[in-house]
């Protein structure tokens, strides 16, 4: 049996991380030396805590574990297994990545040109969000199609942000663009 790839890895254990109501973000394999290396990132709408990814990596080591003792995975020598949510570094390129980040600065970088908005609320298709940004005293509403999204990294906040941007970033869709 030839070493797993990351596409029977993720047929393997979608179903697993589903069962938690969880999304999987990521998945990177790693074959080095004695021991290959799995990375499995995951979230949700209610943000997994650490019990909840301890709980899910003992059961995918499990899953891998018994794939393997019937001969239909082989890591080798062995694996070392990571089970962890996305870091705030990671762009947002779903819906469901918008809708976690609202009410958050997210750094958008268009043709070379940066600029920092508020999460706003998504339509209900999911196809379009509402950005925040703030000019003086004033807040500027964008609506931003998700197709033509560019780079987006949520941005790193240690103010408190200003209450009526808050008050905006928790309007509904209809009410933002009214």
Not at 11 to 17: D, G, H, V, W
Request: aromatic letters at 4%; zero cysteines; glycine letters at 6%.
């Amino acid at each position: 049996m030839a070493f797993p790839t990351p596409e029977t890895l993720t047929a393997l254990i979608e179903p697993l991380i589903a069962s938690h109501n969880l999304d999987l973000e990521g998945l990177k394999v790693t074959k080095a030396g004695p021991k290959s290396a799995v990375a499995i990132k995951v979230d949700s709408d209610s943000r997994p805590d650490l019990d909840l990814l301890e709980v899910v990596s003992q059961e995918v080591g499990e899953l891998f574990d018994a794939t393997e003792a019937r001969g239909e995975l082989n890591f080798g020598a062995g694996y070392t297994l990571e089970v962890s949510t996305p870091g705030v570094d990671t762009p947002l390129t779903q819906p469901r990545h918008w809708r976690r980040n609202r009410g958050r600065l997210v750094s958008l970088d268009q043709d070379g040109k940066k600029r920092v908005a508020r999460i706003g609320a998504l339509n209900d298709a999911e196809t379009a969000v509402i950005l925040i940004e703030r000019n003086k005293k004033l807040l500027d509403v964008t609506v931003l199609e998700l197709a033509n999204s560019p780079r987006a990294v949520v941005e790193i906040e240690f103010a408190k942000p200003a209450q009526d941007e808050v008050d905006l970033a928790e309007s509904t869709f209809d009410e933002a663009t009214a």
